[in-house]
């Protein structure tokens, strides 16, 4: 039996970067670092659900999945891609979806990544998944709980990737392909002779754990300094790309080509929320769709059923929760978008 307790979606990185390129001036779209950037992020998501789902393959003996998870040790926040609560041990595994031969050195503990003929170190997984695992026997000590042993594992999960490494004699493999997973499960399963970690302890784990988790989003207006006369005014045409759009007669439509859509201001106000910040006003609203009435921008913030606070014109609208956001927005990279996927 085995139960995701956190479910992947996909994270505050991606979205925001979604956001961005839906906001940017078209010209400003074609950043080589942001779009690489974007692409990063994207691809780890991708690798992290694929991971998803071969581990829900698996067949688990009472295991619960934290798909993604951020904890707090003192001041410092650490990030497991996905962590494994099983009664016997747990697991933390760093997952990379790189492309091209991955060499692993155990020596220098370096990871190659050789791309034709671009060669570059990338993270060594089988330290961060380390050094997440002294972190989390921080936070449990912290959180009252009894010691508990913790394995971890780097996975490849980019089908096409080559792995190879330096010294094969040195130590136990920790950096395996996907495929190889669940061979390393059954391994990690059979080590262990017995379960240590009562079903009261696991509740209280599972429960702990999901309630610490803090999902980061990042700030990219500040990190990239970005200025509102690099962004798009208004709702954009979905056709066309001419902004701001109009909204007459309860729906938004292109003066141009006569694009419409009722519900443009919904993906227009969850992009506020990732830029911005998590509270819109109705002021802050209008200026944002450019529009005039007060009673209009009420309509459309309530059409969203929004949590708010605050009464009158201090009034604000929250953002959702992040599992909340649309899972099935797409946003290409620029043009060279293709070439990449
Ligand atoms: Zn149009």
Redesign the pocket.
């Known amino acids: 039996m085995k139960k995701v307790v956190l479910l992947r979606t996909k994270p505050y990185s991606v979205l925001c970067y979604e956001a961005l390129f839906r906001w940017l001036l078209p010209h400003l779209r074609e950043n080589k670092i942001l779009q690489d950037e974007f692409a990063s992020y994207r691809a780890g998501y991708r690798g992290e659900r694929n991971a998803d789902y071969i581990l829900s393959t698996y067949p688990h003996k009472n295991a619960y999945i934290f798909q993604g998870i951020r904890l707090k040790v003192g001041p410092f926040h650490f990030q497991i891609d996905t962590l494994l609560v099983t009664p016997k041990f747990i697991l933390i595994l760093e997952i990379k979806n790189l492309k091209g031969e991955l060499e692993y050195n155990p020596k220098t503990q370096q990871l190659i990544q050789i791309d034709g003929d671009q060669k570059k170190g990338q993270k060594n997984p089988i330290l961060q998944a380390e050094t997440q695992k002294r972190h989390l026997t921080l936070w449990l000590q912290q959180s009252g709980f009894p010691p508990m042993p913790i394995e971890t594992v780097g996975v490849s999960t980019n089908p096409s990737s080559i792995l190879s490494y330096k010294d094969e004699t040195t130590m136990p493999i920790k950096f395996v392909q996907l495929e190889s997973l669940p061979t390393i499960l059954d391994q990690l399963y059979e080590s262990y002779a017995k379960g240590i970690f009562d079903s009261t302890t696991i509740r209280k784990l599972n429960k702990k754990l999901l309630r610490d988790n803090t999902p980061h989003k990042p700030d990219l207006m500040n990190q990239f300094n970005i200025k509102d006369h690099h962004l798009i005014k208004g709702i954009a ?6 902004f701001p ?1 109009q909204y007459k007669n309860r729906k938004w439509k ?1 003066p ?4 419409e859509d009722p519900k443009a201001h919904e993906q227009k106000i969850l992009d506020y929320f990732l830029l911005y910040e998590p509270t819109i006003t109705n002021r802050a609203c209008r200026e944002l769709l450019q529009i005039k009435s007060p009673k209009v921008a009420r309509r459309l913030l309530y059409s969203m059923n929004l949590e708010h606070s605050g009464r009158n014109y201090s009034r604000k609208y929250h953002s959702p929760p992040l599992e909340k956001f649309p899972q099935d927005s797409f946003v290409s990279i620029g043009k060279r978008s293709i070439f990449n996927d």
């Open positions: 045409c979905n056709e066309c790309e001419i759009i292109c141009k080509c006569g694009w």
